[in-house]
C-alpha cells in the first residue's frame, strides 16, 4: 500500500517536473527572438525562477524514483533491457536539465549562441524523453 502512494507522488512529481522543462526552453526562444533590454530582463528572471522551483521538483521525482527501483523494480526487473534504457534516458534527461541551467547562465552574461529556431527544436526533446520513457515503463517492449 506505501508504494502506491510513492508511486503516486513519483508520478505527480514527475509530471510537475516536465512541466517546467517543457516551459523553459519556451522562454528562451522567446529570449533569443527578443531585441528589448527590458524584456531580456524579464525572461532571464523568469527562467531563474523556473529553474530554481524545477530542480528540487527533479531531485524529489529522482528520490521517489529510486526509492521504487530500490524496494521492489530492480529485483523484479534488472534483467530486463527496458529498466536499462529508461534508467538509461533518465539520466539523459537529468543532463538535458543541467544543461538548460548552463543556457540560463549563458543568457545572463549575454553569451547566448543559439537562434530562436535552434531552440525550437531544443523545446522538443523532452517531448520525446517522455514519449520514449512512458512507452518503456508501461509497454515494456524488451
Given at each position: ?37 527590458a524584456a531580456r530582463e524579464q525572461l532571464q528572471v523568469m527562467e531563474r525562477r523556473l529553474y530554481r522551483f ?89
Open positions: 500500500m506505501a508504494m502506491l502512494w510513492v508511486k503516486a507522488f513519483h508520478l505527480f512529481f514527475m509530471t510537475s517536473w516536465f512541466a517546467g522543462i517543457f516551459y523553459l526552453p519556451r522562454l528562451f526562444v522567446y529570449h533569443a527572438m527578443t531585441e528589448e533590454r524545477v530542480t528540487p521538483i527533479m531531485w524529489i521525482t529522482l528520490a521517489l524514483g529510486l526509492w521504487m527501483l530500490y524496494d521492489y523494480a530492480w529485483a523484479a526487473f534488472s534483467s530486463m533491457v527496458w529498466l536499462h534504457l529508461k534508467l538509461a534516458l533518465v539520466a539523459a534527461l537529468v543532463a538535458y536539465h543541467f544543461y538548460c541551467g548552463r543556457l540560463i547562465k549563458d543568457f545572463a552574461a549575454d553569451r547566448n549562441g543559439h537562434s530562436h529556431v535552434w531552440y525550437r527544436w531544443f523545446n522538443e526533446i523532452p517531448v520525446l524523453f517522455l514519449l520514449s520513457i512512458a512507452i518503456l515503463t508501461v509497454v515494456k517492449p524488451f
